[in-house]
T-cell receptor, first 112, second 112 residues
Framework: TQLLEQSPQFLSIQEGENLTVYCNSS?????LQWYRQEPGEGPVLLVTVVTGGEVKKLKRLTFQFGDARKDSSLHITAAQPGDTGLYLCAGLLYTGRRALTFGSGTRLQVQP | DTAVSQTPKYLVTQMGNDKSIKCEQN?????MYWYKQDSKKFLKIMFS???????INETVPNRFSPKSPDKAHLNLHINSLELGDSAVYFC???????????FGDGTRLSIL
């Protein structure tokens, strides 16, 4: 079992639709990061959330950190083909080793 | 200027051979990492170095040996390559351990 479970694993939607990706765990994280990875490239950081209940917006992307700092969500409004990619959440455990643990990933395809 | 660059981008070799992957970062970061991404896109940390010192060494076979000649470079040498080593290997760096990471574009290793 993964420490960070993402759902859904795959998502194929039409341009203009809204979607939400979830990142869940039973562990508490001191911070959580979201990355997007495109084919043939490395992951690129989108946002870091640190405070329980925190909400951050990046244009049409809204990120939320759960109140208990065990989960996070990414909501995309009016998805565009350019949003296509692999979305990865990564958490830094509150206690224990100081290394990022990556989620299982959500592969998003936005059809024009 | 590429922030984190790793070479080669592709590596195709026979089982049993020894190979090296090089990584350099020009961001002035203190911490560098090696990750392995398998065919299911799961990204798992292998090693982490902070100012040339090894700080994280996951359960990786000792055929894998990282070397950090200075804080801007982290190389990965792999002895006696096996079929299961086929994957994409990513180098990354961050200001300090656990902070948001900048990734290279990956080295796709294929074992014949």
């Amino acid at each position: 079992t993964q420490l960070l479970e993402q759902s859904p694993q795959f998502l194929s939607i039409q341009e203009g639709e809204n979607l939400t990706v979830y990142c869940n765990s039973s562990s508490v994280f001191s911070s959580l990061q979201w990355y997007r990875q495109e084919p043939g490239e490395g992951p690129v950081l989108l946002v870091t959330v640190v405070t329980g209940g925190e909400v951050k917006k990046l244009k049409r992307l809204t990120f939320q950190f759960g109140d208990a700092r065990k989960d996070s969500s990414l909501h995309i409004t009016a998805a565009q083909p350019g949003d296509t990619g692999l979305y990865l959440c990564a958490g830094l455990l509150y206690t224990g080793r100081r290394a990022l643990t990556f989620g299982s990933g959500t592969r998003l395809q936005v059809q024009p | 200027d590429t922030a984190v660059s790793q070479t080669p981008k592709y590596l195709v070799t026979q089982m049993g051979n020894d190979k090296s992957i090089k990584c350099e970062q020009n961001l002035g970061h203190d911490t560098m990492y090696w990750y392995k991404q398998d065919s299911k896109k799961f990204l798992k940390i292998m090693f982490s170095y902070n100012n040339k010192e090894l700080i994280i060494n996951e359960t990786v076979p000792n055929r894998f040996s990282p070397k950090s000649p200075d804080k801007a470079h982290l190389n990965l040498h792999i002895n006696s390559l096996e079929l299961g080593d086929s994957a994409v290997y990513f180098c990354a760096s961050s200001q300090t351990n656990g902070q948001p990471q900048h990734f290279g574009d990956g080295t796709r290793l294929s074992i014949l």
